[in-house]
């Protein structure tokens, strides 16, 4: 609400802005049948009629506003938003919305402001672009990597000759290799590489499969600049779990290991 003079009472008046409006403009029509009622009962003047008549909407404006005794005629033209902005010479409201003119100074309104439409919804939309964007990278990433770092390898390692190995060597190359726990390789995914990154402690077998991978990539890689080594290293010891028994991975750990001893 807000409090101007109104040129056609011809006094500081209260003006409802949208909110007080929506719940005082449903009593304007009722309330001037109560006023009609009144009249046809009493066969009184309309005068008479209008003091001794408390109209609905006119309870509703005294609850918004305070002042009593106002009719829906009166209320009917005190919507802020049917009058235009304040003028800046006089300082009465101008009479409409669209009023270029102070019709008490004859002043020339100043426009209003223009305000820009607020900027949301293409900023809501690609940063929902921008997610999705990173779980496509976060889902498919580790996928890519290990196809390409595959492909940056030549043939496959040979599975070990030695046919058996004893319990107290795949013992002594599990505690060796710094792996822990019982002696039973880990099947990894791409997606393992995040467990990696986020330096988590690595699933059993990972280093095993790693010194294997290791030995072979050695000589097998196409592309050998460091960042390449690492994911084609990485790469092998993911394909190695998924391809290698616990005791294919433990046989050939231990025949590098023979092979580098030899002199
Ligand atoms: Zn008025
Ligand atoms: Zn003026």
Redesign the pocket.
């Known amino acids: 609400m807000e409090t101007h003079f ?6 500081e ?1 209260p003006f409802l802005d949208e909110n007080e409006w929506k719940k005082v403009s449903p009593l304007l029509r009722p309330s001037m049948q109560e006023l009609r009622d009144y009249l046809t009962l009493h066969r009184c003047s309309l005068q008479v009629a209008r003091s001794a008549v408390k109209t609905q909407v006119g309870i509703k404006f005294e609850q918004i506003t305070g002042m009593s005794g106002i009719h829906f005629d ?1 209320i009917y ?2 919507r802020r938003s049917d009058w235009g902005p304040v003028c800046g010479q006089c300082g009465l409201l101008l009479r409409t919305s669209k009023a270029k003119l102070c019709a008490q100074c004859w002043t020339v309104a100043e426009p209003e402001p223009v305000m820009p439409p607020p900027y949301k919804l293409p900023i809501k939309k690609s940063l929902v672009a921008a997610l999705g964007l990173i779980l496509l990278i976060l889902l498919c990433g580790p996928w890519l990597l290990y196809a390409y770092g595959l492909s940056n390898i030549t043939g496959s390692p040979e599975p070990a000759k030695i046919a058996l190995i004893s319990p107290e060597n795949k013992a002594l190359i599990w505690k060796e290799l710094k792996e822990q726990g019982a002696i039973q390789v880990e099947v990894l995914t791409p997606y393992d590489i995040y467990s990696l990154l986020l330096d988590k402690p690595y699933p059993a077998g990972t280093c095993l499969a790693w010194y294997v991978a290791r030995n072979y990539n050695h000589d097998h890689l196409q592309d050998r600049r460091m960042l390449y080594w690492h994911i084609s290293g990485e790469a092998l010891t993911v394909w190695l779990t998924r391809h290698w028994s616990s005791d294919e991975l433990l046989a050939k750990a231990l025949e590098i290991r023979q092979s580098k001893a030899k002199p």
């Open positions: 109104c040129w056609k009472c011809q006094k008046m009166t033209h005190h």
